[in-house]
T-cell receptor, first 114, second 118 residues
Framework: KAGVTQTPRYLIKTRGQQVTLSCSPI?????VSWYQQTPGQGLQFLFE???????NKGNFPGRFSGRQFSNSRSEMNVSTLELGDSALYLC???FGSGNTGELFFGEGSRLTVL | AQTVTQSQPEMSVQEAETVTLSCTYD???????LFWYKQPPSRQMILVIR??????QNATENRFSVNFQKAAKSFSLKISDSQLGDAAMYFC???????????????FGKGTKLTVNP
């Protein structure tokens, strides 16, 4: 069974631009979470979607937004990019039942902001 | 808010030996879940082992086992018979059982880079 797929894998943007990252969860999974990974801050929770509704949100500015579609695929958008947004963005999916707690991660989208 | 601390940024172990990675956490909750995730150089993170706080018995998965000390808020990972493929970043993570709407948000530690020497 296919794993979590994130696109694009690598991208380079300049300050002030915006970016959209995509995540296709494992078939049957209804929950999608996003994390930002940087050497300094480690892994930080951005937000979680379940059945097209945002179920939880981390402490990030409003420039970071996301959405989930009816097929459970999710996108996250970062507007007005800053140098500090350079990071590996990880998507994780699960059934969303909250019982097992196991998240399945994608390989990530590496964003570089110049 | 919950926090997770991994005090060992890097560890090394000889192949076939045993290594223990440390993790402490801070919470006022009584029900929660703890995890160890492994992130190899290819970056895809995978679950190593999971522990429910209400279970006193330490979780074990083949060569991986945990020492869960609830009162001390400690959750260490022991890797026995270390293999070259165990080389990776290891993250300790906490999940509340009280988050809104059954959220599966994880709070991660900063990670421990494990090197396995042949």
């Amino acid at each position: 069974k296919a794993g979590v797929t994130q696109t694009p894998r690598y991208l380079i943007k300049t300050r002030g631009q915006q970016v959209t990252l995509s995540c296709s969860p494992i078939s049957g999974h209804r929950s999608v979470s996003w994390y930002q990974q940087t050497p300094g801050q480690g892994l930080q929770f951005l937000f979680e979607y379940f059945s097209e509704t945002q179920r939880n949100k981390g402490n990030f500015p409003g420039r970071f937004s996301g959405r989930q579609f009816s097929n459970s695929r999710s996108e996250m958008n970062v507007s007005t990019l800053e140098l500090g947004d350079s990071a590996l963005y990880l998507c994780a999916s699960s059934f969303g039942s909250g019982n097992t707690g196991e998240l399945f991660f994608g390989e990530g989208s590496r964003l570089t902001v110049l | 808010a919950q926090t997770v601390t991994q005090s060992q940024p890097e560890m090394s172990v000889q192949e076939a030996e045993t290594v223990t990675l440390s993790c402490t956490y801070d919470t006022s909750e009584s029900d929660y879940y703890l995890f160890w995730y492994k992130q190899p150089p290819s970056r895809q993170m995978i679950l190593v082992i999971r522990q429910e706080a209400y279970k006193q018995q330490n979780a074990t998965e083949n060569r991986f086992s945990v020492n869960f000390q609830k009162a001390a808020k400690s959750f260490s990972l022991k890797i026995s018979d270390s293999q070259l493929g165990d080389a990776a970043m290891y993250f300790c993570a906490y999940r509340s059982d009280y988050d809104q709407g059954g959220s599966e948000k994880l709070v991660f530690g900063k990670g421990t880079k494990l090197t396995v020497n042949p």
